[in-house]
Nanobody, 123 residues
């Protein structure tokens, strides 16, 4: 199994930046990619970004492309989500998850999930 712990959430003003971390432990070698998803109040969880284990391939949703950057430090078993130019509509609980197959935008393919971290962007 893989255990995931997100951190870095909090309150930030619109236009500001924040960096989320996703620390993995356990059988991390079974995960070929790590993704970030988010769920806003009253909405379904949606894909944000994903990165392969090597870091060589990434994917982003259209809503965050150009503002968010996903990266990883394999020596620390940690994946990061750098969020810039934040907007109130980015307010959500952010989850990281691992995929045993590769980068996917589909939530159903992700196997292990963290508990989430709240990001609130004030206007």
């Amino acid at each position: 199994q893989v255990q995931l712990v997100e951190s870095g959430g909090g309150l930030v003003q619109a236009g500001g930046s924040q960096r989320l971390s996703c620390a993995a432990s356990g059988r991390t070698e079974t995960s070929l990619a790590t993704g970030w998803f988010r769920q806003a109040p009253g909405k379904e969880r949606e894909f944000v970004a994903a990165i392969t284990r090597s870091g060589g391939s990434t994917a982003y949703s259209d809503s965050v492309k150009g503002r968010f950057t996903i990266s990883r430090d394999n020596a620390k078993n940690t994946v990061y989500l750098q969020m810039n130019s934040l907007k109130p509509e980015d307010t959500a609980v952010y989850y990281c998850a691992t995929d045993p197959k590769g980068v996917d935008v589909t939530e159903a393919w992700y196997e292990y999930w963290g508990q989430g971290t709240q990001v609130t962007v004030s206007s």
